[in-house]
């Protein structure tokens, strides 16, 4: 009777959760965790004469060599194979059991194929449609991104343990790299998606009668959502990425989590020490400085969120920075689409941006950057672009790995010169490992991230808000980042404190289910009889029927008996034994000792002898051979062989007692 | 009893000023506040003055929903909320929100600014007006306050076009505004879930009408236009600025393209591109081919069609001119009719419905001269074509609604009265236990409720009662269950007895009997427990009679004992005793023994 979660994921910002709640099996996100591709080496779109002479790696003692599949760089080693990611755990539960996958954002369905495709899966997927639009767009990307550099060989040996144990730096403390998959294809996603049922935020889905489930407004980016899983009597919210920071999408939706039995927490800022206020700041002064020094600059970014921030905030800024005549380029196979997609979901946006749609107009001002020839995007660095392409310029491209995407071919281009600069914005990677296979470096890099999504100040706040009554989040959340170990404002410190999960944890939530709602149909309320018991509370005895469908539960009338055929009703009147187990009701009360005697005395019954006891009375009906004893929590009728007396004592004893 | 009450102010067997009151469950609603355009005096409006006839309708309404920005469901919008007086809460969906205030405002003009009425509501007002409405998203269930929830389906009628389900308790109303089963080409079909409403509100515009395929009447429209142009004619397409205009448009579109046609299309009025736009930026309202394919080609963005000047009307030569408004009423549409009107190889293709008392109306019951202001005629010469296209659902479309909806009840509404007695008729045939309504203006139709209690049940008892019934239950068998529902403040809660009596702090009273039957029977005292058992077995069927080794015989939890009388050992003497929770049992088992066993 209670719920219970589990946690195939691992990373806190990419979370895949399992909740067993009412026999319905929730995964809550299907993140998929893409650091792994930092061990790899980059993906080169036109050959690249250093990745290639770099040399391959032999063990100190020269007894290893893995010269072909691990190259050195920098005195770090990467694997020189196609980057794979590391998906959900698989092993910890029966995807098929899955009933459905709720989705908070479109960062978080990234592993959704895995889950999906070649497990059994046969549930339903349930996301707003802006996450499954733009979601569609980053898979897209991806699966672009790794097939259009077709790489024949595929590294294995490494992941040997006794190899692995051998290697250097951080490859060696790599965990579970056997569970690494290559990225999946475009006939999957394509498979994976059309199992996406839409929905809107407040709209409430009904999950085989059992649970009610709704996504809310959260607030980070298009379409992002919180989810609340219900029944009538248990809340459980889970809170993932969510932001409070006023940036395009519609405020996140603090009101409809208050009153909740457990709240999950996941997705909070991997930067809380950053304001992205001053991120952004930095960011436009950075790239400025090194326009003006007639350097390029490159934005390692995804092909949706932030970047629509970045293109209002630089809207803003280029003309008083006198930035008017730089080009400004996106480069991504989806980066059309982004931007078409962006202007159409005014439904989804904050206010300021909706009521621009009223005008109407395009709710994003990269709308006008893009008619007046100041952004420009294309698919790829190959074709259109090479003919335009003028520097000093602005590059947005992917990934932010910068292991694949048209990001590899400038960091190759532009790496060599101190004019040029790379502005991480994208909080996913560490900037450092991100940079590992291209030193040494020239270029300049700036550590700008952005995060809108709560920082622990947020948290407090929006936690005294609503006020859970048990909160539950990863691990990390409660204590403070090791690298900042005196830093107990960088973590979550509750009354009570929240119950920590980890990946592969299975969790029991704290509470029992009690009640369940169930109809009484009208004609079998209206036969009911209330009787008042004490001031302000009535009881009535309730027989029925119970129907149970689709988890619907129902109460009808009892059938009414069916009547005996005439013919034979005086025959077997007697040896017709009663309905079976149809039990009297229960009684509660006392049967006072003279105002029984009144009735007994009113009923024709007057030769009563009473007795006192230790407990209460006997009276002996001398005429009628019959005792009765009255006690305060019982009565005994010893009437043996006049029934119609026995029946009549039973009734008058009746009228002093309550029925329950 | 509790009921629902519909009360149409508008709308009640007529097309036009669309109105509909709207009573359940203590909360009162009001369904469109639309015009009627074949009136120009008081009857342009809904009679406000039913609800109250002095002051302010915000204490007797608790909200106001616009289904779509047609000026026959919101034309009387800002007259209502600003002049007549409401301050609570306008729900529309956002492109219904986005556009009405435009039609709302090319209204007023017309009214006020070409015919000089005054006393009508202003622009201020439009914009009061407005600030008052709140966005409606589709499946989102908005509570509009602790108890009544309202919740937008996809209609397909007109871009934003929605339909409304208004739920307060276990009773719901759904009323369709106007809608369209079949996709057309920019827009997809109404779809409703099985939501089991107490009442199905729906309009009826084209109660009698089975609609051939949209392909042929397509071909038709195209056909006609192009036979025209071809001889040099004018093709004048009256039409409201959205909605059908955008569809004929992307119709003509595509053929001009594919037949290589030079003659000119023109869109009337500056709302043309507004308008286009408008779609652009909705277009997840739009049909699915149009959203998938929007990023590579929009397919609002014209080539072919260009906007309209006055001074083009007298220009020679053919060309297709879309105009508004659709009903030939006033505006530009009908300054192009009067010029075209004379000459018989031009055409007016209307593609929509027209309400009495318009000049497309006339035209389309056969005049061939028409009265017009100042004492002149209009001599009609050019070819008049009737094509619908507006997107309303034909009777096909309504049965099919209802399939999905499943309501109990059907009210007919924005339709013409014989009409609706034909559909009436034919609903009520085809799905037998639905009754349908058809009421006038201000007639009040009372449609009683039946709602089912909810009760919170222990999960115990619950338990207990899905353990007993296994996990399919016999359906010729129901087990009764029992329990004692406990009343508390506004608390309804279901309990096993014994736990009814521990939360209220009540002792149990044990009631027993106790029972001697005396039996003339020679054998020894256990063979006539076993004749006891033997009997009680074979009379009892279906119960559990056992014969325990302690010497007594158990049926179900009522134990009985054999002794022999101390004077008589022929004589035995059977004793049970029972608890008045088997009385039924117990009474029936002393009663059959005291008349002995079988031989």
Redesign the interface.
């Known amino acids: 009777?209670s719920a219970e979660g589990n946690t195939p994921g691992c990373h806190p910002t990419l979370p895949c959760n399992v909740l067993k709640f009412k026999s319905t099996t929730i995964m809550l996100d299907c993140g998929l965790d893409t650091t792994s591709v930092l061990h790899f080496l980059p993906l080169p779109l036109v050959h690249s004469p250093r990745l290639s002479k770099l040399p391959g790696w032999i063990s100190k003692d020269g007894a290893v060599s893995l010269e072909k599949e691990l190259k050195e760089c920098a005195g770090r080693v990467f694997v020189d194979s196609l980057p794979e990611f590391c998906p959900p755990e698989r092993e910890l539960l029966d995807l098929s059991t899955i009933d459905v996958i709720l989705i908070s954002n479109y960062h978080c369905m990234m592993a959704l194929p895995y889950i999906t495709e070649h497990t059994g899966f046969t549930g339903t997927v349930y996301a707003t449609?802006p996450t499954l639009q733009i979601g569609r767009l980053l898979m897209e990307e991806l699966v672009n991104f790794m097939e259009r550099v077709p790489k024949a060989q595929s590294a294995t040996c490494w992941k040997n343990k006794e190899i692995q144990r051998l290697l250097p730096g951080p490859v060696k403390e790599a965990v579970e790299v056997w569970t690494w998959r290559r990225c999946y294809s475009m006939q999957e996603v394509n498979s994976a998606l059309s199992k996406v049922q839409l929905?809107?935020?407040?709209?409430?889905v009904e999950l085989f009668g059992a649970v009610q489930v709704?996504p809310l407004s959260s607030g980070y980016s298009l379409g992002s959502s919180n989810w609340i899983i219900q029944s009538?009597?248990e809340k459980v919210s889970y809170v993932s990425g969510s932001s409070l920071l006023t940036t395009h999408p519609q405020p996140m939706d603090q009101s409809s989590l208050k009153n909740s039995d457990v709240l999950i927490l996941t997705g909070l800022t991997q930067i809380p020490t950053a304001n992205p206020d001053g991120m952004l700041g930095e960011f436009c002064s950075n790239l400025a400085m090194t326009i003006r020094a007639g350097g390029n600059v490159l934005v390692p970014c995804y092909s949706s969120g932030v970047i629509y921030d970045l293109l209002e905030c630089l809207y803003q800024f280029i003309d008083s920075a006198n930035l008017g005549s730089t080009p400004f380029y996106f480069i991504s196979p989806v980066a059309?689409?982004s931007l078409?997609?962006s202007?159409?979901?005014?439904?989804w946006l904050c206010q300021n941006k909706?009521s621009k749609?009223?005008l109407?107009e395009?709710?994003f001002p990269h709308a006008e950057l893009i008619q007046t020839n100041k952004l420009k995007h294309y698919p790829g660095i190959h074709g259109d672009f090479s003919n335009e392409f003028r520097q000093p310029c602005v590059v947005f491209t992917g990934h932010p790995s910068l292991r694949f995407g048209d990001v590899v071919h400038f960091m190759e281009l532009w790496g060599k010169s101190s004019l040029n600069t790379v502005i991480f914005t994208e909080p996913d990677f560490s900037y450092l490992d991100a940079l590992a296979p291209y030193q040494p470096l020239a270029m300049k890099c700036v550590y700008c991230p952005i995060d809108t999504r709560l920082n622990f100040h947020q948290v407090a706040k929006l936690l005294k808000e609503v006020q859970p009554l048990h909160v539950v989040c990863p691990e990390q959340y409660t204590q403070p980042p090791p690298t900042q170990s005196h830093r107990s404002d960088l973590m979550l410190e509750l009354q009570p404190p929240p119950m920590p999960y980890r990946r592969c944890s299975v969790l029991g939530l704290p509470f029992r289910?009690?009640?369940?709602?169930?109809?009484?149909?009208?004609e079998l309320?209206k036969s009911?009889v209330?009787s008042e018991?004490?001031p302000?509370?009535?009881?009535?005895?309730?027989?029925?029927?119970?129907h149970?469908k689709d988890n619907k539960?129902?109460?009808?009338p009892?059938?009414k008996p069916a009547p005996v055929p005439p013919s034979k009703k005086r025959k077997r009147v007697?040896?017709e034994?009663?309905?079976?187990?149809?039990?009297?009701?229960?009684?509660?009360?006392?049967?006072p000792l003279e105002p029984f005697l009144a009735l007994l005395h009113k009923h024709g019954i007057t030769e009563v002898k009473v007795e006192d006891t230790p407990d209460g009375h006997i009276l002996h009906l001398q005429a009628e051979d019959t005792l009765i004893q009255l006690e305060?929590?019982?009565?005994?009728?010893?009437?043996?062989?006049n029934?119609p007396l026995?029946?009549t004592l039973?009734d008058l004893?009746?009228r002093f007692?309550?029925k329950? | 009893m509790p009921e629902i009450k519909v009360t149409p102010l508008g709308a009640g067997q007529d097309v036009g000023r669309s109105c509909i009151l709207v009573s359940i469950g203590g909360k009162n609603i009001m369904l469109d506040c639309g015009m009627h355009m074949g009136y120009n005096d008081d009857r342009r409006f809904p009679d406000f003055s039913y609800i109250t006839q002095n002051g302010r309708l915000t204490e007797f309404l608790d909200c106001v929903i616009i289904s779509h920005f047609h000026l026959d469901h919101c034309g009387a919008l800002p007259y209502m909320s600003e002049m007549v007086g409401y301050d609570g809460p306008i729900y529309m969906t956002?492109p219904t929100?986005?556009i009405c205030p435009i039609l709302l405002e090319d209204f007023r003009k017309i009214t006020v600014d070409k015919k000089g009425e005054t006393n009508f509501f202003t622009s201020q007002m439009i914009k009061d007006c407005m600030k008052k409405v709140v966005?409606l998203?589709?499946?989102?269930?908005?509570q509009v306050d602790d108890e009544l929830e309202i919740k937008a389906y996809y209609a397909g009628h007109v871009l934003g076009a929605a339909m409304v389900q208004i739920k307060v308790g276990?009773e719901s109303v759904v009323y369709t505004g106007d809608y369209n089963m079949t996709p057309d080409r920019h827009l997809g079909a109404a779809w409703i879930d099985k939501c089991r409403p107490d009442i199905l509100i729906s309009e009826s515009t084209y109660a009698t009408t089975i609609r051939d395929s949209k392909r042929c009447r397509e071909r038709d429209f195209l056909k006609k236009v192009h036979e025209t142009v071809e001889r040099g004619g004018k093709v004048l397409i009256p039409v409201f600025a959205l909605g059908r205009a955008q569809e004929l448009c992307i119709l003509l579109e595509t053929f001009w393209e594919r037949m290589n046609l030079k003659a000119p299309i023109y869109f009337s009025t500056g709302l043309t591109e507004?308008a286009n736009?408008?779609y652009?930026?909705?277009?997840?309202w739009t049909n699915q081919k149009i959203r998938k394919t929007?990023?590579q080609r929009n397919m609002f963005e014209f080539k072919h069609i260009k906007a309209f000047d006055r001074s083009y009307a007298d220009n020679p030569g053919p060309m297709v001119v879309f105009a508004t408004p659709g009903m030939l009423h006033a505006g530009q549409s009908l300054q192009i009719f009067k010029k075209w009107a004379g000459n018989e190889k031009n055409m007016v293709i209307m593609p929509g419905y027209c309400v009495q008392g318009t000049v497309g109306h006339k035209l389309l019951s056969g005049q061939k001269k028409l009265e017009m202001e100042g004492r002149t005629t209009l001599e009609v010469k050019l070819q008049v074509e009737y094509m619908s296209f507006s997107a309303h659902a034909d009777a096909k479309g309504i049965m099919q609604l209802i399939r999905m909806a499943e309501p109990r009840n059907v009210m007919l509404v924005h339709g013409e009265a014989k009409k609706m007695e034909f559909l009436k008729d034919k609903i009520e045939q085809e799905f037998t236990g639905i009754s349908c309504f058809m009421p006038a203006n201000g007639e009040t139709t009372t449609i009683p409720t039946?709602?089912?209690?909810?009760?919170?049940?222990?999960?115990n008892l619950?338990k207990r009662?899905?353990a007993f019934?296994g996990p399919l239950p016999d359906p010729k068998k129901?087990?009764?269950?029992?329990?004692?529902?406990?009343?508390?403040?506004s608390s309804l809660?279901?309990v096993s007895?014994?736990q009814?009596?521990k939360e209220?702090d009540?002792?149990?009273?044990?009631?027993?009997?106790?029972?001697?039957?005396?039996l003339q029977d020679p054998y020894s005292d256990t063979d006539t427990l076993s004749r006891v058992y033997n009997h009680l077995k074979s009379?009892?069927?279906?119960?559990t009679v056992q014969h325990l080794p302690d010497g007594t015989v158990m049926v179900e939890s009522i134990v009985l004992k054999v002794s022999s009388s101390a004077e008589d050992p022929n004589t035995k003497v059977v004793l049970l005793s029972w608890s008045?929770?088997?009385?039924?049992?117990g009474?029936?088992l002393?009663?059959?023994l005291?008349?002995g066993l079988p031989p």
Do not use: W
Not at chain 1, 578 to 590: F, H, Q, R, Y
């Open positions: 009777s449609e929905v809107g935020y407040s709209q409430k709704t009538h009597y059309n689409s078409e997609f202007q159409i979901f005014a439904e909706q749609v009223y109407p395009p709710p289910r009690r009640y369940e709602r169930i109809q009484l149909l009208p309320a009911l209330p018991i004490k302000g509370i009535s009881v009535a005895t309730v027989s029925a029927v119970l149970t539960h129902v109460l009808q009892p059938p007697v040896e034994p009663p309905e079976l187990v149809t039990p009297k009701p229960l009684l509660s009360g006392a049967v305060e929590d019982g009565t005994h009728i010893v009437c043996d062989s029934e026995r029946a039973r004893v009746l007692l309550q329950l | 956002h929100k986005a966005p998203n589709l499946h989102q269930t908005v276990s507004k736009h408008y652009k930026l909705f277009i997840t929007f990023v039946n709602p089912s209690v909810p009760v919170d049940i222990s999960l619950l009662e899905a019934g129901p087990r009764t269950m029992h329990g004692t529902l406990i009343m508390k403040d809660r279901l007895p014994e009814a009596l209220l009540l002792n149990e009273h044990q009631l027993r009997f106790t029972c001697r039957v005396q009379v009892l069927k279906g119960y008045y929770q088997d009385e039924d049992l009474s029936f002393s009663s059959l005291r008349k």
